[in-house]
């Protein structure tokens, strides 16, 4: 079965922080790459960050780099997207990802989604 499941979204004014839990099915999960994209309104899915399949490995957008910082519990099944310092501009719908790479990628699976909205 596969299951993405993404949390801890909500509202927040700038400058606050914010994280993102994805719990994803073992079958997902287990040696693969895991991420975040992004979905702002009128706007194209983007990627966000991304961490291979045994962490050592992390990818971010420009845009998120030294804000953002993206983890994984491999004894949990979790990803894990830390978000400090948010902007207006992060507000978006975040989407878990699990796939072959760390970068961006059409190739994969995306969860439902969970929302972030970042107030003035």
């Known amino acids: 079965q596969v299951q993405l499941v993404e949390s801890g979204g909500g509202l927040v004014q700038a400058g606050g922080s914010l994280r993102l839990s994805c719990a994803a099915s073992?079958?997902?999960?287990?040696?693969?790459?895991m991420g975040w994209y992004r979905q702002a309104p009128g706007k194209q899915r983007v990627f966000v960050a991304a961490?291979?399949?045994?962490?050592?490995?992390?990818n971010y957008a420009v845009s998120v780099k030294g804000r953002f910082t993206i983890s994984r519990d491999n004894a949990k099944n979790t990803v894990y997207l830390q978000m400090n310092s948010l902007k207006p501009e992060d507000t978006a719908d975040y989407y878990c990802y699990s796939g072959p790479t760390i970068l961006p990628t059409t190739r994969g699976y995306w969860g439902q989604g969970t929302q972030v909205t970042v107030s003035p």
């Open positions: 073992r079958s997902i999960f287990s040696g693969n790459a």
């Open positions: 961490i291979s399949s045994g962490g050592s490995n992390t």
